[in-house]
């Protein structure tokens, strides 16, 4: 009876999880993304001999997840006890180098044999310069026992004397394909009504982030019980794509009065500048309807605007100023003669 009680206690809590823990995989195999590199993965956790690894790339593209497949691969049953794990909201200065890391790499383990105990560093590239310097020695002395594996967003952040000590592995951004098969895969377990509007719009928003694809669509699942496009994109808040494809292919055509349109209405609806500029940046990236050159020319002035109003002229004039310049690119040269 007792053992039923339990079963259902952790059956209950399995359900209670943000579905980006509860679908986080266990296994190297089951990670999204980064074939090549997980396979230079795969090969170190079959041999044992890990080397201190720098994984760097872009947020939730499974940089931590990889390091924690890895380990339980690795050490099996000792993973709780020979794993350390600090991230970035814990206090990882000088004296934590010093006193709990070290501790940890002087700690006796019974592990299998050949491996060895694991200090898992997440968003290392927030740690400071004293701390990353004392770890470099730390990294030296008890090289024997203990490996480092840190994840960062960006590599250049840590030192060249961790760098040179470290096998550096750098993750791409998640492919469109590889964010619908995981998303189609959770649809499926946990019964989310969707149409194919609902997952254009999941991985228009998430960008390559699985993590944000998956919470997204748990939103739109909690919120709206029926994912599609205007659910997506009312639970993300973001303006819709296809008011901002209309307002870019008014622009195309030179029609400035019909691009002012599109953006008094999205301005109307209170979105910000910053919102409204990076998805037009997103928009004109991904559509094909504007030929090559002129896309280029399109984020050149996109570009620019979005730094004027990082800089804080984040106003309506701001942004007509952007579909003037837009709509210019391609008009005719006679149509300027006065």
């Not at 310069?129 to 730390?138: C, E, N, V, W, Y």
């Not at 377990?189 to 694809?213: K, P, W």
Request: net charge neutral; hydrophobic share 40%.
């Amino acid at each position: 009876m007792a053992s039923s009680s339990g079963k259902t206690k952790a059956a209950e809590a399995s359900y209670d999880l943000p579905w980006v823990e509860k679908y986080r995989p266990l296994k190297l195999d089951d990670v999204v993304g980064n074939i090549d590199t997980i396979e230079r993965l795969k090969v170190i956790a079959r041999e044992g001999n890990c080397p201190h690894i720098i994984i760097s790339g872009l947020p939730g593209i499974g940089k931590t997840t990889s390091i924690h497949c890895l380990a339980h691969e690795m050490l099996g049953d000792a993973y709780k006890e020979g794993v350390l794990e600090l991230n970035a909201s814990d206090e990882r200065g000088i004296d934590v180098v010093r006193n709990k890391i070290k501790m940890f790499a002087q700690k006796k383990v019974t592990l299998p044999p050949g491996r060895h105990k694991i200090v898992i560093l997440d968003e290392a590239d927030s740690m400071t310069t004293g701390a990353q310097q004392a770890l470099r020695r730390t990294m030296e002395i008890y090289s024997n026992t203990t490996r480092f594996a840190l994840a960062c967003n960006q590599s250049n952040k840590i030192i060249e004397p961790i760098q040179s000590r470290c096998a550096i592995l750098r993750y791409a951004k998640l492919s469109n394909n590889e964010v619908v098969k995981r998303l189609l895969e959770i649809c499926k377990e946990e019964q989310v009504e969707h149409d194919n509007s609902g997952i254009e719009a999941l991985v228009f928003t998430a960008e390559g982030d699985m993590r944000q694809a998956i919470n997204n669509l748990q939103s739109t699942h909690s919120g709206f019980g029926f994912v599609n496009g205007v659910n997506v994109f009312k639970v993300c808040d973001q303006p819709h794509p296809i008011v901002v494809q209309k307002m870019v292919l008014a622009c195309k055509k030179g029609d400035i009065n019909g691009a002012m349109d599109h953006l008094n209405f999205l301005w109307t609806q209170g979105y910000s500048a910053v919102d409204i500029v990076v998805t037009v940046f997103r928009v004109v990236k991904t559509y094909d309807e504007l030929p090559e050159y002129l896309k280029l020319e399109f984020i050149k002035e996109i570009g620019f605007t979005h730094m004027k109003i990082l800089e804080g002229v984040g106003t309506l004039v701001q942004l007509g100023g952007l579909l003037a310049r837009l709509c210019k690119i391609n008009m005719k040269p006679e149509l300027f003669k006065v």
